[in-house]
């Protein structure tokens, strides 16, 4: 195993519904971001269907790669396709010896499930016995759901941890399965990352990766791990070092923060989420939404307590239900089209008022793939906030990519507009059009 500082980790994901798109996952960015933050590097971050001949070839493949720790995901049930625990008893040169305690703890957990008391009682106790074959010298974890977990020591190889593939029963059983103590033996020898997260909006990747090349021109980066990518249509700057290179990291983040500050929204990690939840402590918002659907009051409803700045939202997709429900004239609709700056402005003003909010957000737009036109193309977006003071906060543009694409990045838009809005306050009911709007 690695012989220096730092702990190296691989990820193995099984399951051919996986391979085959039926699904996906979710377990192995996860896994990866724990791990980050625990200071593990990881190496490499597989995906396997249910055979063990791949399996097992997955495990030494990173046994070869020098990785200290593997974490496996799915193939824990009473199923014959659940072989996860035998390959990896196999790999680590062990016997599955039954686990008496275990097994009653599984058959306690079947037992308040009344319903299957109605299946074969024979075929029952064969799966619940089969969850309960474990690994000689493994240390077990309670189960989330019907299947414990495991971590299992190799003698000359990486630890293996061993859990569920329910994403909810892997995340409640992680934590207890970083607290055994063949997990600890690897995990106590990691060193934690410092980390920044830089995000912006509306600022092409390019841009940053020119600033990047230039600040590289002049000091060492080495030292830093950068990462860009772009979330829900915004640019993530993930920067991380292991401690003593915060000189060099202050200056690539003084640097972003000097060069791109009208598009630098956040340089503490949080999200636009996070922000736009702040600031509507003590006020509520009302929403009118076309082409979007109900994702913007899908997106800020999303966390908890939300009902508390959330008045209610239109989902105003047809002309009748933007002047029936949201008293936008119909005649403006007639004159301007439903898409256009006039009737997203009606459409916040009526959300505001007929909400009674203290301030409305609209969305009208051409998502696709059809119904644009060459004053309109697809993709063209109107977005509008007013607030109960008579601030104005309207922008128009041509959003890129598909129907989900546009959609997204239209919600996404909104969310800024509304913070930018809230985070200026009122400004005596001036228009404003951001720039970069048409």
Same mark, same amino acid.
């Given at each position: 195993m690695s012989g220096g500082a730092q702990v190296r980790a691989g990820i193995v994901v099984t399951g051919t519904e996986l391979l085959t798109g039926l699904l996906a996952d979710r377990n192995g960015p996860w896994v990866a971001q724990q791990l980050g933050g625990l200071g593990v590097e990881v190496a490499t971050l597989l995906c396997v269907g249910d055979r063990p001949d791949d399996l097992d070839s997955s495990l030494r493949f990173l046994a070869s790669q020098q990785v200290d720790l593997i974490v496996t995901s799915g193939g824990l049930g009473p199923t014959a396709d659940d072989i996860t625990a035998e390959v990896v008893a196999r790999f680590a040169g062990v016997e599955l010896a039954l686990d008496e305690a275990m097994e009653e703890r599984i058959a306690s957990i079947l037992a308040r499930f009344t319903h299957l008391s109605r299946f074969d009682a024979g075929a029952m106790r064969a799966a619940n016995r089969k969850q309960a074959l474990i690994p000689r010298g493994a240390a077990t974890v309670d189960p989330a759901g019907t299947a414990p977990g495991l971590v299992v020591p190799v003698d000359g190889g990486p630890t293996v941890m061993v859990l569920p593939g329910p994403p909810r029963e892997l995340q409640a059983m992680w934590e207890p399965a970083l607290a055994t103590a063949p997990a600890r033996a690897v995990l +106590? @020898?990691?060193?934690?990352?410092?980390?920044?997260?830089?995000?912006?909006?509306?600022?092409?990747?390019?841009?940053?990766?020119?600033?990047?090349?230039?600040?590289?021109?002049?000091?060492?980066?080495?030292?830093?791990?950068?990462?860009?990518?772009? @979330? @829900?249509?915004?640019?993530? /700057? &993930?920067?991380?070092? %292991?401690?003593?290179?915060?000189? /060099? %990291?202050?200056?690539?983040? *003084?640097?972003?923060?000097?060069?791109?500050?009208?598009?630098?929204?956040?340089? &503490?990690?949080?999200?636009?989420?996070?922000?736009?939840?702040?600031?509507?402590? +003590?006020?509520?918002? !009302? =929403?009118?939404?076309?082409?979007?659907?109900?994702?913007?009051?899908? @997106?800020?409803?999303?966390?908890?307590?939300?009902?508390?700045?959330?008045? !209610?939202?239109? /989902?105003?997709?047809?002309?009748?239900?933007?002047?029936? =429900?949201?008293?936008?004239? *119909?005649?403006?609709?007639? %004159?301007?089209? *439903?898409?256009?700056?006039?009737?997203?402005? *009606?459409?916040?003003? !009526?959300?505001?008022?007929?909400?009674?909010?203290?301030?409305?957000?609209?969305?009208?737009?051409?998502?696709?793939? !059809?119904?644009?036109?060459?004053?309109?193309? /697809?993709?063209?977006?109107c977005v509008c906030v007013t607030t109960a003071g008579g601030a104005v906060l309207a922008r128009d543009l041509v959003l890129p990519g598909n129907r989900a694409d546009v959609r997204e990045r239209s919600v996404t838009l909104a969310m800024h507009m509304i913070r930018q809005l809230l985070g200026e306050g009122a400004d005596g009911g001036r228009t404003r059009t951001p720039s970069g709007g048409r």
């Open positions: +106590d @020898r990691a060193h934690p990352y410092v980390s920044v997260l830089l995000r912006l909006f509306g600022l092409p990747e390019s841009e940053i990766a020119d600033t990047l090349r230039e600040v590289g021109a002049e000091a060492d980066l080495s030292p830093l791990e950068i990462t860009t990518c772009l @979330r @829900r249509s915004e640019l993530e /700057v &993930d920067i991380r070092h %292991r401690p003593g290179a915060e000189p /060099v %990291r202050d200056k690539v983040v *003084a640097e972003i923060a000097q060069r791109h500050d009208q598009y630098l929204f956040s340089s &503490d990690g949080s999200s636009i989420d996070d922000q736009v939840a702040q600031l509507l402590a +003590d006020r509520r918002i !009302g =929403l009118a939404e076309s082409c979007t659907g109900g994702l913007l009051g899908g @997106r800020l409803t999303e966390r908890a307590g939300s009902s508390a700045y959330v008045a !209610g939202g239109v /989902v105003s997709y047809s002309d009748a239900a933007k002047t029936e =429900l949201l008293g936008v004239p *119909a005649g403006m609709i007639e %004159r301007h089209g *439903a898409v256009s700056p006039e009737v997203a402005r *009606a459409m916040a003003d !009526g959300a505001l008022h007929r909400l009674e909010a203290d301030l409305g957000c609209a969305i009208t737009g051409v998502a696709g793939p !059809g119904g644009g036109s060459e004053a309109k193309p /697809v993709g063209y977006v």
